[in-house]
């Protein structure tokens, strides 16, 4: 069985920095794509960043320049740097990969979520 488990979130004051982190654990044969997503109160879920199994990454428009994605591969972890937060960015934050875990087709996996409040 595979889990996502995230960690990091907390209360931050405006122009602050988090770090969040995703590992992944189980019996998994490879990890392809890895991201973050958000969901605010009454907002629908959006992508933050996603990064590929060869560290190409993208971002949504509205954390280009503050939040930055890595990942560590022997690690099975994915991490959100994430800098310079406004009130805007508080939401619960989601892991996501795509995953193949051993005899299994991939699929796709979210952790539980984390909860980032940005606020003075």
């Known amino acids: 069985q595979v889990q996502l488990v995230e960690s990091g979130g907390g209360l931050v004051q405006p122009g602050g920095s988090l770090r969040l982190s995703c590992a992944a654990s189980?019996?998994?044969?490879?990890?392809?794509?890895m991201g973050w997503y958000r969901q605010a109160p009454g907002k629908q879920r959006e992508l933050v960043a996603r990064?590929?199994?060869?560290?190409?990454?993208n971002s949504a428009d509205s954390v280009k320049g503050r939040f930055t994605i890595s990942r560590d591969n022997a690690k099975n972890t994915v991490y959100l740097q994430m800098n310079s937060l406004k009130p805007e960015d508080t939401a619960r934050y989601y892991c996501?990969?795509?995953?193949?875990?051993?005899?299994?087709?991939?699929?796709?996996?979210w952790g539980q979520g984390t909860q980032v409040t940005v606020s003075s």
């Open positions: 189980g019996s998994i044969f490879r990890i392809y794509n």
């Open positions: 990064i590929t199994e060869g560290g190409s990454t």
């Open positions: 996501n990969a795509d995953i193949s875990p051993r005899g299994y087709s991939h699929a796709d996996y």
